[in-house]
């Protein structure tokens, strides 16, 4: 069975990897790939993932709330645990409804449990019965501000929205440590690095183990000429997650730039093991040959 990493599924659905990290954490989307007696550590998606991974994807599109997916989910494996994928089995009642339902048992059916129609019945009219009324919105989750920040974050046109999207998250959550990450992240990439640097320490004060923030802190402080400090929270990073590869990518660099041959031989080598293709695969190779002819 073919498996697919966090930064190759990312890639596929083409969003960034933290939001899929983001989604494990919180369990709306587990990867079921990890095969038994693996490193816990480890995150790999397989198909049948990715699929679920694109319904939660199409609904966020059409205006459902993360908070609306994550509780009809939550309903649908609780109550109809016969449901084998409850985010691939969500759909809308008709275009343009707000209203989530799944197929089960020849009939359409809310996550509660509540049945619309029988099948034949519903092919025969496709709309909405007027019979039920509109599903009540909640307000917005700091969960919700997240996911309108990943939307808006990739793009420097919408930096400004993006944080405050963030903004509104941590207003709701203050110690919402993915919030603080990614904030700090935009915050990085518009050239302000104080603050930057706030929101990722603030982010690994919430959840020490957080690989992103971590990862973009040592880019800080290395960029900065802080070697050291740089290398103790890649190392950090690492211990969270050994199979992210742009770690070893970049622990391999500073090994090299602080003279450190035999680390900087054994990140190459590991990078290869997790990504043998690729541009960064071909640098790691080259640098590999070139410590053997040294």
């Known amino acids: 069975m073919s498996t697919y990493s966090v930064r190759n599924a990312a890639r596929i659905l083409k969003v960034a990897p933290s939001r899929l990290r983001y989604w494990k954490r919180t369990r709306l989307a587990v990867p079921r790939a990890a095969g038994e007696g693996s490193d816990p550590r480890r995150v790999d998606y397989d198909f049948r993932d990715l699929v679920g991974l694109r319904a939660v994807l199409s609904l966020l599109e059409q205006g459902i709330s993360l908070q609306r997916i994550r509780s009809a989910a939550e309903v649908l494996r609780e109550r109809v645990p016969e449901i084998e994928d409850p985010l691939t089995a969500l759909r809308l009642w008709g275009e343009g409804s707000a209203r989530m339902v799944v197929e089960h048992d020849g009939r359409w059916m809310e996550p509660d449990g509540q049945i619309l129609l029988g ?86 004060r919430n959840d020490p183990n957080h690989v992103e923030a971590h990862f973009n802190l040592a880019n800080l402080l290395e960029e900065e000429g802080c070697n050291d400090m740089a290398l103790h929270h890649y190392r950090a990073g690492l211990a969270a997650d050994p199979f992210y590869p742009d770690l070893h990518i970049n622990l391999a660099l500073l090994y090299e730039k602080m003279e450190m041959r035999t680390g900087a031989v054994e990140h190459w080598k590991r990078y290869l093991q997790l990504e043998p293709e690729g541009s960064w695969s071909e640098v790691a190779r080259l640098r590999l040959e070139r410590d053997l002819e040294g």
């Open 119 to 204: 099948l034949e019945t519903a092919q025969e009219s496709v709309a909405e019965p007027a019979r039920l009324d509109p599903p009540a919105e909640d307000e917005p989750s700091a969960g919700d501000h997240f996911e309108r920040g990943c939307r808006l974050d990739a793009d420097p046109a919408t930096y400004d929205q993006a944080i405050a999207a963030y903004r509104d998250a941590l207003g709701l959550d203050p110690d919402f440590a993915d919030a603080h990450c990614n904030l700090g992240a935009v915050h990085y990439n518009r050239g302000e690095r104080d603050d930057a640097r706030r929101h990722f320490e603030r982010c690994l």
